[in-house]
């Protein structure tokens, strides 16, 4: 079973706005990442963020992680059309050797 | 070598029949994973391999399937005797230890 869920399941917004995604998660973690899968595509790391960490960034990613509240987003500044794909965060859990996904949140963006 | 490279990207077979993927990962890297994702859906975790061990298997793996990952390189899946239920995309991916993973492309399998 997958322990991630992501919220919206679906987000469509005009190019130049900003998109963030949000992912929340059941276990106690040593790291959390995003990942990005275009159509029919593998998945390609974008970014990981420790238990440690409150927040990264990465060109125009940032990434917010609260083990508190065992949460996480994903902010993507001035979409582009490219950026359209599905995103999906995952958790690398504490005693597990494994990353666990979640069920994604497609994005699209409007030219 | 620059990724992780899967073979073949698309398999369709009868049900019934035998299949097998195969996956070379970064060589580099000496944790490889296998993943299954339906449409829509998330990937989800099926077995792991450090070198040449396989430290996990999934309850989604039933005995239907094997993986193997001789001498700590590439590595196998196979699928005996296939259903409906086993179409999927099969992804592996790759990573040295405590970092993110690198994917293949994946294989599309349908069975009809």
């Known amino acids: 079973s997958q322990q991630g869920e992501e919220d919206p399941q679906a987000l469509s917004i005009q190019e130049g706005e900003n998109a963030t995604m949000n992912c929340s998660y059941k276990t106690s973690i040593n790291n959390l990442q995003w990942y990005r899968q275009n159509s029919g595509r593998g998945l390609v790391h974008l970014i990981l963020i420790r238990s440690n960490e409150r927040e990264k960034h990465s060109g125009r990613l940032r990434v917010t992680l609260d083990t508190s509240k065992k949460s996480s987003s994903l902010l993507i500044t001035a979409s582009r059309a490219a950026d359209t794909a599905s995103y999906f965060c995952?958790?690398?859990?504490?005693?597990?050797?494994?990353?666990?996904f979640g069920q994604g949140t497609r994005l699209t963006i409007n030219p | 070598d620059t990724g992780v490279s899967q073979n073949p990207r698309h398999k369709i077979t009868k049900r019934g029949q035998n299949v097998t993927f195969r996956c070379d990962p970064i060589s580099e890297h000496n944790r490889l994973y296998w993943y299954r994702q339906t449409l829509g859906q998330g990937p989800e975790f099926l077995t792991y391999f450090q070198n040449e061990a396989q430290l996990e298997k999934s309850r989604l793996l039933s005995d239907r399937f094997s993986a193997e990952r001789p001498k700590g390189s590439f590595s196998t899946l196979e699928i005996q005797r296939t259903e409906q239920g086993d179409s999927a995309m099969y992804l592996c991916?790759?990573?040295?230890?405590?970092?993110?993973?690198?994917f293949g492309s994946g294989t599309r399998l349908t069975v009809v």
């Open positions: 995952a958790t690398d859990q504490q005693g597990a050797q494994k990353l666990v």
């Open positions: 991916a790759s990573s040295p230890t405590d970092y993110g993973y690198t």
